[in-house]
């Protein structure tokens, strides 16, 4: 691939504060499901309060600008997904890769790159997390395995309760928490990334939620 990699202070990385984002938002939503008593609100329903923003209307982008305008926010979905910063950057890395492989510089035969960079990612992380799950069925589990301690400075005990509660959802929960709770997306554009239909990932979406507030319920 011959795009130029901008320089790492380009793009600072700020993982506690990522995380505390989504935290929040799963928070407010869980409290709003609560104070609403119900358990059927859909992702799509909630307004959308992301920063996501078009490359440059009125003609298609450039990969270049494509990964000057999106990777950061890629990566810090992968992270999310993978839990890893570094594999989260190769998983973005190859993404990109492959996008330029298959379509070169201009994207004007995709309908939405951004979209299709997303698929790429998730379908990543996914594989991911199936060589690891391999791996471990392997290896002995280290012993001792803590975060590093500048996050666990940095995340408040709530926002480690609630990412501790989503480690334990299945990966279709997670990824579409994730999807909807960091990269804003709507109903539609979660089920065309992972393959659903709108119906299912409403339902995921409410269970995820009800199994992640009866198990910040347990830790009270």
Same mark, same amino acid.
């Given at each position: 691939?011959?795009?130029?990699?901008?320089?790492?202070? &380009?793009?600072?990385?700020?993982?506690?504060?990522?995380?505390?984002?989504?935290? $929040? $938002?799963?928070?407010?939503? *869980?409290?709003?499901?609560?104070?609403?008593?119900?358990?059927?609100?859909?992702?799509? +329903?909630?307004?959308? +309060?992301?920063?996501?923003?078009?490359?440059? &209307?009125?003609?298609?982008?450039?990969?270049?600008?494509?990964?000057?305008?999106?990777?950061?926010?890629?990566?810090?979905?992968?992270?999310?997904?993978?839990?890893?910063?570094?594999?989260?950057? !190769?998983?973005?890395?190859?993404?990109?890769?492959?996008?330029?492989?298959?379509?070169?510089?201009?994207?004007?035969?995709? !309908?939405?790159?951004?979209?299709? *960079?997303? +698929?790429?990612? /998730?379908?990543?992380?996914?594989?991911? *997390?199936?060589?690891?799950?391999?791996?471990?069925?392997?290896?002995?589990?280290?012993?001792?395995?803590?975060?590093?301690?500048?996050? !666990? /400075?940095?995340?408040?005990? !709530?926002?480690?309760?609630?990412?501790?509660?989503?480690?334990?959802? +299945?990966?279709?929960?997670?990824? /579409?928490?994730?999807?909807?709770?960091?990269?804003? *997306?709507?109903?539609?554009?979660? $089920?065309?990334?992972?393959?659903?239909?709108?119906?299912? /990932?409403?339902?995921?979406?409410?269970? $995820?939620?009800?199994?992640?507030?009866?198990?910040?319920?347990?830790?009270?």
């Amino acid at each position: 691939m011959t795009t130029a990699t901008p320089p790492a202070t &380009a793009v600072p990385w700020e993982r506690p504060a990522s995380w505390r984002r989504l935290t $929040a $938002a799963l928070r407010a939503r *869980l409290l709003a499901r609560t104070r609403a008593g119900t358990t059927q609100a859909a992702p799509g +329903t909630e307004p959308r +309060t992301g920063t996501r923003t078009t490359v440059e &209307a009125g003609r298609p982008p450039g990969i270049e600008e494509l990964y000057h305008h999106r990777r950061l926010s890629l990566v810090r979905l992968a992270v999310l997904l993978v839990d890893d910063l570094p594999t989260a950057e !190769d998983v973005v890395q190859d993404a990109f890769t492959a996008l330029f492989r298959r379509h070169g510089h201009r994207l004007a035969r995709l !309908d939405d790159p951004e979209a299709y *960079l997303r +698929t790429s990612v /998730v379908n990543a992380a996914r594989s991911v *997390l199936r060589r690891r799950r391999t791996a471990r069925a392997h290896t002995p589990v280290p012993e001792g395995h803590a975060p590093a301690p500048e996050e !666990d /400075v940095l995340l408040h005990e !709530d926002h480690r309760e609630v990412l501790a509660a989503l480690g334990t959802l +299945t990966r279709r929960q997670r990824e /579409v928490l994730v999807l909807r709770y960091w990269s804003h *997306l709507t109903e539609a554009e979660i $089920a065309t990334t992972l393959g659903l239909s709108r119906g299912a /990932v409403k339902s995921t979406a409410s269970r $995820a939620l009800d199994a992640l507030g009866r198990r910040l319920e347990g830790l009270r």
